[in-house]
């Protein structure tokens, strides 16, 4: 990484994989600042202790999809990174409603797609003048995240072509699209030098991943933040697993 990460923005960061990233990061990273969102402050209570110890996380209670707030809140980075922009965005908030075809409801499938996907696109949409502005600002610094780039936590689950077992129709679906919305602004903002990447964090033991999962949080958030670190041009439009190994689309 060869430019310092200046600023973050990280949703759903009150639990799971999101909350232990965000720790990694304020450690290794030591950005300016770090956006952690959350809904629920009576579900948030060791994000909100993380900010009391620490005074460059700036919490934001947002539900994703709550989409008017979303201006807001490009507000609220652009005044307080003071101009200088986002350089990491991480889509990492998202929910598995899990069914069969025989059974599938038009409700699951809608609010998978609202969390998973509209939301991440709307908020990147957002979002997009900070990460310009902060790739503006970069100079001639390599693409990565000390530059500007958005990383789109998807999942194994919704890669088409790694697929053998079917069903999970409202996450598998969510999913793969978010992998076409991700390889679109790899396309989309490659002139403005903003890296963009879909990320699968592997089976962890999370609330959504279980407790069977093969990966602690720790070693998943330690595979990502070597993916981040790492980032580059190459990668631009790759998905990419927590150990590094690109999947199928
Ligand atoms: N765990 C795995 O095995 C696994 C595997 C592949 C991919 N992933 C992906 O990795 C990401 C993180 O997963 P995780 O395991 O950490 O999940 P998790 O433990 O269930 O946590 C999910 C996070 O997303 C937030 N969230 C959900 N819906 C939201 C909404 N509408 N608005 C704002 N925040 C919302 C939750 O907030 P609340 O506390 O308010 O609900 C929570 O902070 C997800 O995108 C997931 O699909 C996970």
Redesign the pocket.
């Known amino acids: 990484m060869a430019s310092k990460v200046n600023s973050v923005f990280i ?10 990233l965000l720790k990694e990061i304020l450690l290794k990273f030591r950005p300016k600042v770090v956006f952690a ?4 402050p009576a ?2 209570q060791e994000l909100t202790a993380l900010a009391d110890a620490n005074k460059n996380v700036y919490l934001i209670e ?5 989409y008017e707030k979303h201006a807001e809140v490009a507000k609220t980075v652009e005044s307080v990174t003071g101009g200088a922009g986002l350089n990491l965005l991480l ?6 409603l899990s069914a069969p075809l025989k059974r599938v409801s038009i409700q699951e499938l809608r609010s998978n797609m ?3 996907l509209f ?1 991440p696109i709307l908020l990147t949409q957002t979002l997009l003048p900070q990460l310009e502005k902060a790739s503006l600002n970069a100079g001639s610094s390599p693409c990565g995240i000390g530059r500007a780039a958005i990383v ?7 890669s088409i072509g790694g697929n053998d077992t079917g069903g999970i129709y409202p ?1 598998r679906c969510s ?1 793969a699209a978010l992998n076409s919305a991700t390889k679109g602004m790899s396309v989309d903002l490659k002139r403005s030098k903003i890296l963009s990447i879909a ?12 407790p069977r ?1 093969t ?1 602690t ?1 720790d070693q ?1 958030v330690e595979g990502i933040m070597n993916v981040l670190e790492h980032l580059n041009e190459s990668q631009n439009g790759k998905f990419i697993a927590w150990d590094g190994k690109e999947l199928p689309w």
């Open positions: 949703t759903g960061a009150n639990r799971g994989i999101g909350l232990r969102t959350y809904r629920n579900t948030s947002m539900d994703v999809v709550d889509n990492n908030a998202g929910i598995l609202e969390v998973n939301a789109n936590f998807s999942s194994e689950l919704g996450y999913k990320l699968h964090p592997g089976w962890v033991q999370t609330d959504m991943g279980g999962a990966l949080v998943s």
